[in-house]
């Protein structure tokens, strides 16, 4: 076994304990989120049909078809921010409401915060990994089709070793053009439908 397949396994089974694995890939220094999409077998090309993930791990798949009048919400709501600032409050927003569409489509409108191995589980449940890959295909195909002015896609930033005391979770990340800061874009901490933790990485990560 491989070093690689081995830090894997060590954050499968920390992961079995703790309810919400950390980045199967790992943060990667320019990346766009499409080392961790392949670390779960995702498709990394343009395309209007996304894969949602559900019953943690991506476990379970279901595709979400971003249609023409999806695309003009999306379209919408990210063409009236007129800075960095107001984009991100944008795409709260968006993810929000991507959220919601993609919960009737994979059976999860009941999922709650924090949904991990000491809670409830099952395909109508979302762990971390489910919602960052999920949030960086949105994320992606947002870039893709330059509906992003202000920022763009980083690579999935993990925190928490149990060690620490923090318990082990991952974020999809934006990138500020302007300045390179890093933002989460975390709605694991929200029920269905909520808005997103949209914050600093540094203070994602001193959260825990």
């Not at 343009?46 to 791990?57: N, V």
């Amino acid at each position: 076994m491989s070093l690689r397949s081995r830090s894997l396994l060590a954050h499968l089974l920390i992961a079995a304990f703790a309810g919400c694995v950390t980045s199967p890939a790992g943060a990667v220094d320019g990346g766009d989120g499409a080392a961790f999409l392949q670390e779960l077998s995702l498709s990394v090309e343009t395309s209007p049909i996304l894969t949602i993930c559900h019953g943690f791990g991506c476990a379970h798949r279901n595709q979400f078809v971003l249609t023409p009048a999806r695309l003009s919400f999306v379209r919408g709501a990210l063409g009236k921010a007129r800075s960095a600032r107001d984009e991100r409050k944008a795409l709260s927003k968006v993810v929000a409401w991507f959220d919601r569409e993609a919960g009737k489509v994979a059976g999860t409108v009941n999922r709650i915060a924090y949904a991990g191995a000491d809670t409830k589980s099952g395909p109508s449940q979302m762990d971390c990994i489910d919602l960052t890959a999920n949030i960086t295909e949105l994320l992606r195909l947002v870039q893709r089709t330059k509906l992003m002015k202000f920022h763009r896609v980083g690579e999935p930033v993990s925190r928490g070793l149990i060690l620490d005391g923090k318990r082990p979770h991952t974020t999809p990340v934006i990138v500020e053009i302007a300045n390179g800061s890093q933002w989460s874009v975390d709605a694991w901490t929200h029920a269905y439908g909520e808005a997103p933790d949209i914050m600093t990485i540094a203070e994602w990560k001193a959260k825990g």
